[in-house]
């Protein structure tokens, strides 16, 4: 999940606080600060269609 899709997700609603401090991961680190900053989270299991898509695309390079 990047921050553009939490962003997202947090404009339709249905988020939850953090369990507990954001943590920023390696392959977005804005995510932790959108997810401090607006206080909520989405639970991934909403965005799994699109988690799923991203981890069968493939890179440029790559065949």
């Known amino acids: 999940m990047t921050a553009a899709d939490c962003t ?3 404009g339709k609603g249905e988020s939850t606080p953090p369990a507990g401090a954001p943590v920023a991961g390696p392959w977005d680190p804005e995510l932790a600060s959108v997810m401090e900053e607006s206080g909520r989270t989405v639970m991934e299991k909403r965005l ?3 988690l799923l898509s991203d981890l069968t695309r493939t890179r440029p390079g790559e065949s």
């Open 48 to 50: 799994l269609s699109a």
């Open 8 to 10: 997202a997700e947090l």
